[in-house]
């Protein structure tokens, strides 16, 4: 009996862990701006994934690391904001729960990147976390081109 509440906990936790981390290909750019929910989750996804390639690139590329940082500060506060709004929450609560999602979420993307390099030598190849990178650099370029365009009018 504890052999079969075991397998259920694995396939459990497996399925959690896929859910967790799906392709973002079944979003666009137009889709975050006009809706909030894809907005935060798409968010909370790129700064998962930029947060978990800056832990594991940081000591052999440094620079580079610090570039995927820098991108995850940019996205942080409009994914806080859209937690706020998606779940209509107080910013305290949402910075905690916030938080927490990144902070969990960037360990299964490195997690899955581990997983990748030993299969294929890269962390990103013959996975969709690559294409996953190239939306979030788009996402993370978009919104930069909104803060500068507000900034300037």
Same mark, same amino acid.
């Given at each position: 009996?504890?052999?079969?509440?075991? #397998?259920i906990?694995i #396939?459990?936790?497996?399925? &959690?862990?896929?859910k967790? =981390? %799906?392709?973002?290909?079944?979003?666009? #750019?137009?889709?975050?701006?006009?809706?909030? $929910? &894809?907005? /935060?989750? +798409? #968010?909370? @996804?790129? =700064?998962?994934?930029?947060?978990?390639? *800056?832990?594991?690139?940081?000591?052999? /590329?440094?620079?580079? &690391?610090?570039?995927?940082?820098?991108? &995850?500060? *940019?996205?942080?506060?409009? !994914?806080?904001?859209?937690?706020? $709004? +998606? %779940?209509?929450?107080?910013?305290? %609560?949402?910075?905690?729960?916030?938080?927490?999602?990144?902070?969990?979420?960037?360990?299964?993307? =490195?997690?899955?990147?581990?997983?990748? !390099?030993? $299969?294929? !030598?890269?962390?990103? @190849? !013959?996975?969709?976390?690559?294409?996953?990178?190239?939306?979030? /650099?788009? +996402? *993370?370029?978009? =919104?930069?081109?909104?803060?500068?365009?507000?900034?300037? %009018?």
């Open positions: 009996m504890n052999k079969f509440l075991a #397998l906990a #396939l459990y936790f497996n399925s &959690a862990i896929a967790n =981390i %799906e392709p973002l290909n079944n979003y666009s #750019l137009e889709e975050i701006f006009t809706d909030e $929910k &894809a907005s /935060h989750t +798409v #968010l909370e @996804r790129c =700064i998962s994934l930029y947060s978990a390639i *800056t832990e594991l690139i940081n000591k052999e /590329h440094p620079e580079l &690391a610090k570039s995927f940082f820098e991108m &995850a500060n *940019t996205l942080y506060p409009y !994914g806080l904001l859209s937690l706020e $709004k +998606v %779940e209509k929450i107080s910013s305290n %609560e949402a910075e905690k729960i916030f938080f927490k999602n990144i902070t969990n979420l960037s360990k299964i993307y =490195i997690e899955e990147m581990n997983i990748n !390099g030993k $299969k294929y !030598g890269s962390y990103l @190849r !013959g996975s969709f976390l690559g294409d996953d990178l190239s939306f979030c /650099h788009e +996402v *993370t370029k978009s =919104i930069n081109l909104v803060i500068l365009e507000s900034n300037i %009018e």
